[in-house]
C-alpha cells in the first residue's frame, strides 16, 4: 500500500481518534500530520501488512501520550473541547443540532472515565474497531480490551445516571443534560 492511499484511508479515521483524545484542533492538526510523517519514515518495518491499521493507530495513540506528558512537564492546562457541528446535506440542521446537543453532553461524561477505559471506549464505539485491533493498538491482551471497555461503559451508565438528566421534550426528542454543580 503506498503512502498516498494509507493517507485517504486512515487520515479521517486518525483525525477522529486524536481529535477526540486531545480536544484541541492545533494540537491535533499537529498530531495528525507527525502521525503521518512517521508512518512515511517507518512504513517499510510494518512486516504484516494486515495490522497497517493498528500500527498506524499505534503511532497516533503514542504521539497523544508524549504530548500529554509533556503538558504535564510545562504544568499547562489542557484546553476544553472546541466542538462545532457540521452541517451534512443529507440531515436537517435541527437533527443535527439535536446529536450534537446530546453527543456534546455524553462527551463530556466520557471525559471522567479513566484514560485506559476512555480510550477504549473510543476506539470501540465510536470508530469502529474490534477487539483485536484494541489489543494491538494499545499492546494489551484481547481479553483485557473486553474487560477495559465493559468496564468503561458500566463506569459511564454510572456517571451519565449521577451527572446528567434525560428528558423528552416539546417534540419528543431524548434531551441530555447536565445536572447543575456537577461539571
Given amino acids: 500500500m503506498d503512502l498516498l492511499e494509507l493517507n485517504d484511508r486512515y487520515y479521517d479515521?486518525?483525525?477522529?481518534?486524536?481529535?477526540?483524545?486531545?480536544?484541541?484542533?492545533?494540537v491535533a492538526d499537529d498530531l495528525i500530520q507527525e502521525t503521518f510523517i512517521k508512518v512515511q519514515g517507518n512504513i517499510d518495518s510494518v512486516q504484516d501488512p494486515s495490522k497497517i491499521s493498528a500500527w498506524i493507530f499505534r503511532i497516533a495513540y503514542n504521539l497523544c501520550q508524549d504530548h500529554f506528558s509533556s503538558l504535564k512537564k510545562n504544568n499547562n492546562a489542557i484546553n476544553e473541547p472546541q466542538n462545532t457541528p457540521g452541517i451534512h446535506p443529507d440531515m436537517s440542521i435541527q437533527k443535527e443540532l439535536e446529536q450534537f446537543q446530546m453527543g456534546a453532553c455524553v462527551?463530556?461524561?466520557?471525559h471522567l472515565l479513566p484514560e485506559?477505559?476512555?480510550?477504549?471506549?473510543?476506539?470501540?464505539?465510536?470508530?469502529?474497531?474490534?477487539?483485536?485491533?484494541i489489543a494491538e493498538m494499545l499492546d494489551i491482551t484481547k481479553a483485557n480490551a473486553k474487560v477495559r471497555l465493559h468496564r468503561a461503559r458500566?463506569?459511564?451508565?454510572?456517571?451519565?445516571?449521577e451527572k446528567c438528566t434525560f428528558?423528552?421534550?416539546?417534540?419528543?426528542?431524548?434531551?441530555?443534560?447536565?445536572?447543575?454543580?456537577?461539571k
Fill in 116 to 133: 485506559m477505559q476512555r480510550i477504549v471506549l473510543i476506539l470501540y464505539d465510536l470508530l469502529g474497531f474490534n477487539h483485536n485491533e
Fill in 154 to 161: 458500566k463506569n459511564l451508565k454510572s456517571i451519565l445516571k
Fill in 167 to 182: 428528558e423528552m421534550d416539546e417534540r419528543n426528542v431524548l434531551v441530555c443534560e447536565s445536572v447543575e454543580g456537577s
Fill in 107 to 110: 462527551q463530556e461524561q466520557v
Fill in 13 to 26: 479515521r486518525v483525525k477522529s481518534f486524536i481529535m477526540r483524545l486531545v480536544k484541541d484542533e492545533w
